[in-house]
């Protein structure tokens, strides 16, 4: 193990190191996507399939205080007008340090004219950070909130019990709720080439709109990340401690259900046009079906990617997940992407036409880019993504590829196909996005599993035959085939870039259809926002009504 270690750091050495990095700039692809031109530059080898980026990157630091500074026209103001639109409310810098605080409002009221509901949302929430010398960072942020929603999003809370991807919902009317979110991130560098973070948070990998291996989606967890950006190579290894309500109301009384899991991925820019990148993620538990302690498995401390899975292909009863990432940057204002996500896999029926229920897995391809048209600030993305039935599912419900209640991967969990465009324009202030959105999945059905619900175990297929566990004739869509059509357009007026307070109006246009039941939802919005965070609307159910 020594040598393995030694020979990783003269590698490290040899490719060369990068520059100290700390500052997180918490991700959402509405932000992000304003540094596509640079992030995907044909004359650059940007790490960009990791995220949050770190905001004190060389390639990005241009363009990130441009956008951080909008408004910012280097005239005297007042200090009522300097706090609005270009600080934030406490903004101090002295020699060798920052400090920061903000309120974040989130304040909005609308109407599903289908359903003939009012909605509101009512959230308040602060957040502190800064930096000390240029080795370490930290932020801290937190909201209160409470909302009614469309019967669609009541519908997700209730089957799931989380408002989606922050926190557990507690519920004061038919369609309205209560609940906490909070994040905290402190990252170092103690060195050029290492940054050492810990806290609560989400990580994503991929360079699409989704992500078929981990993805913003799922609550905040508690992680210890090491990140080591040497030379063309940024790798990752990430410690996590995961909740799972749905294993603990499986479980007998009195037992206390928790997961570890642990994530590796390594992101290598081969040229300025092509990336590529290899992920692996092993989830383990602390406590078995029955109730009985399981020792802590010191092998999970070794950073080394794949090693981990190699040993649950063994015999390990840990569920190991693996996949790869690819980029190629057609042009400066075109680029190819994709993922393949492995769940499980069974070599005799991987390449027939068999359905095996055993082959489990998940990809994405799609194509994004800045200047659509010639047309500077207008940027876009179109993708496909599609998991077979019973991906992300496992033996035994505490294993599943999920953290408190939700998938950590794409957010519609198995059995799903889905084709997704978004446009982006961004003029001065004014901020304009549209998504259109296209699913196919299929439901259970008749108290039979067919694959979508990861919460569900794989052993217990619909198709198997008697007695066997074994499952043939699975394709994507089975069960109860619905068909998803997503439409949303926004339009926002940055107030302040600093932490995107924003005025904002909306419109969502949703269907839900299948031989059971038709939802429909056409849902007008208009509030104040603020914060970076990514708010997901465009939810699948896991079970029929």
């Not at 009012?118 to 602060?126: D, E, P, Q, R």
């Not at 981990?214 to 990340?225: E, I, N, V």
């Not at 294993?247 to 206390?256: P, R, S, V, Y």
């Not at 359905?355 to 600030?377: C, D, I, M, P, T």
């Amino acid at each position: 193990m020594k040598k393995v270690f030694s020979s990783i750091f003269l590698l490290f050495s040899i490719i060369g190191v990068a520059h100290a990095q700390s500052e997180y700039q918490p991700y959402s692809y509405q932000f992000y996507q304003k540094l596509n031109e640079d992030v995907y530059s044909t004359s650059t080898r940007q790490h960009s399939s990791l995220r949050p980026f770190f905001a004190d990157d060389s390639l990005l630091k241009h363009h990130y205080d441009s956008l951080m500074n909008l408004g910012n026209d280097g005239k005297q103001h007042s200090w009522g007008y300097r706090k609005l639109f270009t600080e934030h409310l406490i903004d101090v810098k002295g020699a060798n340090s920052t400090f920061y605080a903000d309120l974040l409002p989130d304040f909005g009221i609308g109407r599903d004219i289908s359903g003939q509901l009012n909605t509101n949302t009512v959230s308040l929430g602060a957040q502190i950070g800064g930096t000390i010398g240029n080795k370490l960072y930290y932020n801290v942020s937190g909201y209160q909130s409470s909302a009614e929603v469309p019967e669609y999003l009541s519908t997700y809370i209730n089957q799931v019990g989380i408002v989606p991807g922050q926190a557990y919902a507690r519920t004061y009317s038919t369609y309205g709720y209560d609940w906490s979110y909070i994040t905290a991130t402190v990252s170092y560098t103690p060195v050029k080439y290492l940054n050492i973070s810990a806290g609560r948070d989400k990580t994503f990998i991929g360079d699409g709109y989704r992500s078929e291996l981990l993805s913003d989606f799922a609550s905040p967890y508690p992680f210890f990340k090491l990140t080591a950006t040497l030379g063309n190579v940024r790798y990752m290894a990430m410690w996590a401690d995961m909740n799972d309500p749905v294993a603990q109301a499986n479980a007998g009384d009195n037992i206390t259900r928790k997961k570890l899991a642990v994530f590796h991925y390594l992101d290598w820019s081969v040229s300025n046009r092509v990336s590529l990148g290899f992920f692996d993620a092993v989830i383990s538990y602390t406590v078995d079906d029955a109730g009985h302690s399981r020792p802590f498995d010191f092998t999970y401390l070794n950073p080394i990617i794949f090693l981990r899975p190699l040993e649950a292909s063994n015999g390990s009863p840990d569920n190991a997940l693996i996949g790869a990432t690819a980029k190629y940057k057609i042009t400066d204002n075109i680029t190819a992407y994709g993922q393949f996500a492995l769940d499980e896999f069974q070599s005799k029926d991987f390449f027939s036409n068999t359905g095996s229920s055993r082959n489990k897995y998940a990809w994405q391809f799609g194509f994004r880019g800045s200047e659509l048209f010639s047309v500077k600030g207008l940027n876009y993305l179109f993708e496909y993504n599609t998991a077979k039935p019973f991906t992300y599912s496992e033996r035994s419900y505490i294993e599943n590829y999920s953290d408190n209640g939700e998938p950590l991967a794409h957010p519609w969990g198995a059995n799903f196909r889905e084709w997704v465009g978004l446009l982006n324009y961004s003029y001065k202030r004014f901020d304009f996005s549209g998504e259109a959105d296209f699913g196919r999945y299929g439901f259970d059905m008749d108290g039979e599993n067919f694959g979508k619900d990861i919460f569900e175990l794989y052993t217990d297929p619909a198709r198997a035959a008697p007695h066997s566990g074994l499952s043939y004739g699975n394709y994507t869509g089975q069960g109860l085939t619905t068909n998803l059509v997503y439409l949303e357009g926004k339009i926002a007026y940055l107030l302040n870039p600093k932490y995107n307070l924003r005025i904002e109006l909306g419109g969502i246009y949703r269907t839900e259809d299948n031989a059971q039941f038709r939802d429909r939802t056409t849902w007008i919005t208009i509030g104040l926002r603020s914060s970076f965070r990514n708010l997901y609307t465009d939810l699948a159910s896991y079970h029929a009504h």
